[in-house]
């Protein structure tokens, strides 16, 4: 809660903060390894409306619910309506499930950093190079426990403005390398079907249950990428000033994510083509598609190894972005509830985030044989924080808002600034109708369909 009192001294601090929050893993790792599994074209077209519509009017809830009441996550459901406080614990939780194995993800990162920089940049294009470190428990934990220790530091130091400055030069550059590589990409033989693939959306063959798992992940990935449903950006709209536009913010916070995530996909998506032939089984591949394919990339590309190395900083410091807004979210909640120092809070943290992560670590390695719901234990984090704790949290957001105390709650804070919400039909329409139905569909769709 301390540091509530200072708040964003600009409007640009405000979208700075929250874009840091939003552009990371989920982006450049997250995003490409769904659109290539669901379809290509058809999964960014859903994206795409789910985030100009449902994104976009969910974002204008938590950013106003934080400004106009002042407060974090967990006073901020309570004072809009007592019975509805107990929300505010429950997106609380998010953060713990997903830290742990986010940092996990983003000790591959560091390790794949590190490859690049050593030189050794050849060896990962051999397709058993990240089977082989995953399934080695050893050299996992130690990539990860350098990340969240990484990441714990930066919350104990307090330099989260520090890394927001550096971030703020690093992300343009990270967004010009990327492009820079999709273009390369694009020029290379065979890369047609890929962007095709992923660019134009296919009908053929589609089904309700296909239909109905695309849409199950592409919300999933819209929360997740988005930084929702989980009380931050309730939190950073209480550090906004009331001159700024909420509407406006929202607008070019979610325009520059999905772009990241757009551009990531057009680099790894076609590569799979190229690469790997582009049939089922390389599009499948899930978590591990991105550092399977990248260095293929880098491998057919002269200086590729610099590029490479340049490439997985830069994702390094999205992440670490990232992981600090979700690991500063878990130490405020328990410096608030159990009244502990920062420093000690932040360690009481760490601990959690060692001991869950380790199940996703060996949950590849050691247990790989260990299922929950035909999950595997990273997949099953992933699973339950995306598919069900976030859409539990956004409808009965939805409930509060477009039932209990009206969409002209948002709508007042949104217009402080005198200027007027100009979505403001589609807003409501959204948190009345739309939203809650289709968090239903959500939450049922895995009871039929395994997704
Ligand atoms: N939005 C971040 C990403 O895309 C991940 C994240 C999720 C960060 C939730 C904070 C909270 O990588």
């Known amino acids: 809660m301390e540091e509530k009192k200072d708040g964003f001294g600009s409007k640009i601090g405000f979208i700075l903060a929250a874009a840091g929050s939003a552009v990371g893993l989920g982006n450049i790792w997250r995003f490409p390894y769904l659109a290539a599994k669901y379809g290509g074209g058809i999964f960014l077209l859903i994206y795409i409306i789910l985030v100009v519509t449902f994104g976009f009017s969910l974002m204008v809830t938590e950013i106003s ?4 009441t002042g407060s974090s996550v967990i006073g901020a459901y309570k004072n809009a309506d007592r019975r509805f406080g107990f929300l505010g614990p429950v997106a609380a939780l998010v953060p713990f499930i997903i830290t742990p194995y986010y940092c996990v993800i983003g000790g591959w990162v560091l390790k794949y950093l590190f490859t690049f920089i050593s ?3 050849h060896l990962a294009t051999d397709d058993g190079y990240f089977g082989g470190f995953i399934a080695e428990a050893g050299q996992s934990t130690v990539f990860f426990i ?13 330099v989260e403005k520090g890394i927001e400055n550096v971030s703020k030069i690093l992300m343009p550059v990270l967004v010009a390398l990327s492009l820079g590589i999709a273009i390369y990409v694009m020029t290379l033989p065979g890369a047609g079907a890929g962007i095709k693939y992923y660019l134009l959306p296919n009908f053929e063959g589609f089904t309700l249950s296909k239909f109905l798992k695309t849409i199950v992940a592409a919300m999933g990935q819209l929360f997740y990428s988005m930084s929702l449903a989980m009380g931050i950006m309730v939190t950073y709209g209480s550090y906004m000033r009331k001159q700024d536009s909420i509407e406006a913010s929202t607008r070019q916070v979610s325009f520059f994510d999905t772009s990241i995530a757009i551009i990531a996909g057009l680099i790894i998506v076609p590569s799979v083509f190229i690469f790997s032939g582009g049939d089922s089984d390389a599009l499948n591949a899930g978590p591990g598609l991105m550092f399977v394919t990248l260095p293929k990339v880098f491998d057919s590309m002269k200086g590729g190894h610099i590029a490479g190395g340049a490439f997985f900083v830069l994702v390094a410091f999205a ?3 990232s992981s600090v807004s979700l690991l500063e979210t878990m130490v405020s909640i328990v410096t608030e509830k159990f009244g502990l120092k920062r420093t000690g809070s932040t360690i009481v943290c760490l601990i959690i985030v060692f001991v869950m992560g380790m199940l996703s670590v060996l949950g590849y390695s050691s ?6 719901f035909g999950y595997q234990i990273l997949d099953f984090f992933d699973f339950i924080s995306n598919n069900v704790m976030m859409p539990i949290v956004a409808l009965l957001t939805c409930v509060l808002i477009g039932y209990v105390v009206k969409p002209k709650y948002i709508e007042e804070e949104t217009t402080l600034n005198g200027e007027e919400f100009k979505a403001k039909g589609l807003y409501e329409i959204m948190t009345r109708f739309v939203c809650p139905i289709f968090m239903i569909i959500i939450l049922l769709t895995p009871l039929f369909v395994k997704l």
Do not use: D
Not at 65 to 68: P, T
Not at 146 to 158: N, S
Not at 367 to 372: A, H, L, N, R
């Open 367 to 372: 247990w790989e044989s260990v299922t929950i």
């Open 319 to 321: 992440a670490l972005t």
């Open 146 to 158: 350098i990340y969240a220790t990484l990441t714990a530091l930066i919350v104990i130091f307090g």
């Open 119 to 121: 030189g050794q940049a």
């Open 65 to 68: 619910l934080g400004r106009k």
